[in-house]
C-alpha cells in the first residue's frame, strides 16, 4: 500500500493549487481521509478530512478557501486550495484514518494512520 501526494509548487499569494493524493495497492472506499501540513518551525495543523460518507471538514484557518473530494474511483483524494497565502507554506501530506473521521485541526499523531504519504510542499510567495 503507497499513498503519493502530488499538485505541489510556488505560487503567489492569492493563487491556487490542486494537490491529489493517489493510493495503490488500496481503494479508500469505506475509508475516513484527511490532510495535514507540517510548516516552517515544524507547526503541523490538520486542514481537512473527509469521512467514507462524504462528509468534510475544515480548519478556521483554511475554511471557505479549501476544497477536499475524492474520485469516483476511490484511489484519489484532492485538496483544492485557493486564494493561498505565505502562512499556507508546508509540506502537505495526505493518510488514511485509523480511528475515523476527524473534525479536530490537532496535528494527527503517527499512530492515528493506517496509512500515510512522504509529502509534497506548497510555497507561497512574492
Known amino acids: 500500500v503507497q499513498l503519493v501526494e502530488s499538485g505541489g509548487g510556488a505560487v503567489q499569494p492569492g493563487g491556487s493549487l490542486k494537490l491529489s493524493c493517489t493510493a495503490s495497492?488500496?481503494?479508500?472506499?469505506?475509508?475516513?481521509m484527511a490532510w495535514y501540513r507540517q510548516s516552517p518551525g515544524n507547526k503541523c495543523e490538520l486542514v481537512s478530512s473527509?469521512?467514507?460518507?462524504?462528509?468534510?471538514f475544515f480548519s478556521d484557518s483554511v475554511k471557505g478557501r479549501f476544497t477536499i473530494s475524492q474520485a469516483n474511483t476511490k484511489t484519489t483524494v484532492y485538496l483544492e486550495m485557493s486564494s493561498l497565502q505565505p502562512e499556507d507554506t508546508a509540506v502537505y501530506y495526505c493518510?488514511?484514518?485509523?480511528?475515523?473521521?476527524?473534525?479536530?485541526?490537532?496535528?494527527?499523531?503517527?499512530?492515528?494512520?493506517?496509512?500515510w504519504g512522504q509529502g509534497t510542499q506548497v510555497t507561497v510567495s512574492s
Open positions: 473527509i469521512s467514507s460518507g462524504g462528509s468534510t
Open positions: 493518510a488514511v484514518m485509523k480511528y475515523g473521521f476527524v473534525v479536530t485541526s490537532d496535528c494527527p499523531g503517527k499512530a492515528e494512520f493506517a496509512y
Open positions: 495497492g488500496f481503494t479508500f472506499d469505506g475509508s475516513d
